[in-house]
């Protein structure tokens, strides 16, 4: 059994960092594509950053550079390093990690970890 989970969230003033962890507890997470995703309320869960199991990244635009994301194979983790945050930040932040068993692809979402930018 698969079980991810974030951890990481908080709160935080204008222009402060965070940084998102995730991990998938049951599974070796260097083989799996994750990405982070955001939802704030009322408005539809968007795509922030994705890592490949090759470790090829990718971004939403937005961001403009302001976010990191890595792999952390001593820890099992896949982090968002958050920098420059904005009160537009704000939204609940969740990993989705598809785990390769055996010739077959299993997707696992977390619970969600929530982000504030407020002063």
């Known amino acids: 059994q698969v079980q991810v989970v974030e951890s990481g969230g908080g709160l935080v003033q204008p222009g402060g960092s965070l940084r998102l962890s995730c991990t998938a507890s049951?599974?070796?997470?260097?083989?799996?594509?994750i990405e982070w995703y955001r939802q704030a309320p009322g408005k539809q869960r968007e795509l922030v950053a994705r890592?490949?199991?090759?470790?090829?990244?990718n971004y939403a635009d937005s961001l403009e550079g302001r976010f990191t994301i890595s792999r952390d194979n001593a820890k099992n983790t896949v982090d968002l390093q958050m920098n420059s945050l904005k009160p537009e930040d704000t939204a609940d932040y969740y990993c989705?990690?598809?785990?390769?068993?055996?010739?077959?692809?299993?997707?696992?979402w977390g619970q969600g970890t929530q982000v504030t930018v407020s002063s």
């Open positions: 989705k990690a598809e785990i390769p068993v055996g010739v077959h692809w299993f997707t696992y």
């Open positions: 049951g599974s070796v997470i260097s083989s799996a594509n």
């Open positions: 890592i490949s199991s090759g470790d090829t990244t």
